[in-house]
């Protein structure tokens, strides 16, 4: 890589290519609506935003490590319907946020466990904890109705900032800084990416994959208690169907980052980017007076290109990368060439021609 | 092929209950015969009247879903589409009829945009090279999104002919039997015989167990997967247009969830995730032993609302008793090798003597 140009090398990082795309993006739908990046319709849709590019995090993180996560959007719904449900019976505040994410690192342990030391299927097992949880939640608003709590602090959540900045924008930037320390500076993110890469080197070399596993699925689960947390503090009343269909979207997000899901390489800012790509989508849409419904094929389509994209973009950097040595072995060959050539007519010299 | 994969140690296990705990398909009759003897047992009204009968009628559009799927899941991929495709095909049907058309071209037009939904899933997977269960999830928005949208979310209606009453299976066709489960045992007959007597079949079971092996003999990957999900957007075609009828409207969330019970009832019945593994037959009673099950809680009178909670935990438990599976299966498989090594090692030590 260190041949090639800054451009190539900066494309290269996980999540860069779609950052363009994003700006491009936004200057587009400012365009289209001057509204669009207004001071309060700004600030209300990135706070709408965050629940889904917390949990599009946690998927990325469970991707990266080499699995899958389809349980986060519903286990974000019933963190949400649980956090309401402990506010209902009189919790007081940190009792409720602890309750919420407490029950997304529940279902996470639950999923590393029997992903990770019995070895079962990711996709089945998280597939199955999604219904799980959908379920749990239906049954929970059946026992009491999730609303109508006047807990004070809570809605500050959401609802307040600090210094003109969301607060809830303050709490996932701290969350995707951490998150990008620990994927980039500990033994234990090193770890994930190995185990993403090849589990059975990681194996070899001494890292205790099942380990790593579970803790990615852990991470996984606790982002989507925070954003359950996050959802519930911005809504104030939790429905039956909350978090139905955000793991499609959390998915989506990853994958259209830049986080290929064969596992092993990706970034916070690559799942930061891929998330927000689709809630500004979603918004600008919206802005715009296209019917919500087609949101869903504009997710189905943005998947096919974000995939696309960034493998293409790849390809054109290796491509330049490869013509870029094999011009310099080139040009270092024909040098040779020319100087074993030069000196071969010194020594022979004295001789006579050969040719 | 599948012969060789599936039956291999419940054929040479002399051992009964070793043949029951290794072959999935033993596994998920007994599970339905557990099941059955709780219901008989704890609900005298599971026998009574019109029950099983029911039970039976409503396994069906899974039981077509979870055909297709077992194909997809034995080539090695995964269809998560089945569910918007198939509420996809029901509305195409419904409209068509609702258009004025005879009943035939309402289920060619389904037919087609079930294949279409295929030949899409096949493109997006082996040409676009999206993963498998990305480029389906794709396909799901898609489908979904287009339903949603000719729909504006209101539910077709007034396509109820009384032809399609019959094809709904409301009313029976010959005696008690309904047209949707002649239906179902047709297909079920030519899946099994596809995947046990044609050239494709093996080609499933071979491009499963390792693509890359089956390329160097000469097998295209790529068309025999996109064949796969024609065959699973043909039965979801096909459960569409008989849901269409058994539901008396088409919803636009039709389909929603029953992705989740196709796979849920195709890995009850054996099928494995990492390919190459899967039976008809399996699919078949993952799909009646699914509806059992919803039956059962039914009857303990327990809300509707456990119903996915109960589908997830039977999910879990299909995969977790898989695994007790594969477990029992590597150490009869390692206790037969080392009955086979002392019987050779004694031959020897007879002939030395």
Redesign the interface.
Known sequence: MKSSSPLARIMSVPGMPMTFVLIITVVVFQMLNPVFLDASTLGNYITNGIPIILITLGVAIVIMGGG?DLSVGTVAGLSAGMTMFAFVNGAPLAVGIAVGCGTGLVFGLVNGF?VAY????D???T??????A???L??LT?VQPLQGVDVPGFPELTKSDVFGIPTSLLIAGAVFLIAQIILAKTVLGRRLYAVGISSQAANVAGVSVPHVRLMSFAASGLLAGLAGVLLASRLGAVQ?FLGIGYE?IA??GA?IGGIT?AGGSGNAWAALVGGFFLVTLQQGLRLNNV?P?????V???A??FG??FE?QVRRVILRTALQRTSALSDQRATTAAASARSAAAKSSEGNDDEK | MMKSRTLDIATVSRNAWERLVVDPTLGVISLLVIFSLIAAFAFPVFYAGNNIYNLVGSSITVMILAIGMTIVLISGG?DLSVGAVMALCAGTAASVVKLGAPLWVAFLCALLVGVIAGLMNGF?VTR????D???T??????A???L??AT??VPIIGYMTSEYYVIGGLEPLVGPVTLPMVVALVLALSAGWLLSRTRLGTHFFAVGSNAVAARQSGVSVRWVKTQAYVISGVCAAIAGVILAGRNNNVPADLGTGYE?QA?SAA?IGGAS??GGRGRVLGAVLGSLTLALAINIINLAGV?S?????????I??LA??A??LSELARNAALRRRAKRDSQASSLERTKKEI
């Open positions: 899958i029997l019995l070895r079962i299927n996709f089945i097992v597939l199955a904890t999604l219904n799980i959908a379920g749990l239906v049954v059946q039956a499609f998915i989506a994958v899901l019917d419904v087609y949101f869903s094929i997710t189905a389509l998947i096919v995939v696309v493998r | 995964i997006l676009v090279g999206l993963p269960f990305i480029g999830l794709a396909m799901l928005g898609l979904s999104g287009v949603y949208i504006q979310g989740i796979i890995i995730l990492m809300p609302s456990f119903q996915k909670i109960v589908i997830g935990a999910l879990l995969v977790i898989n695994y």
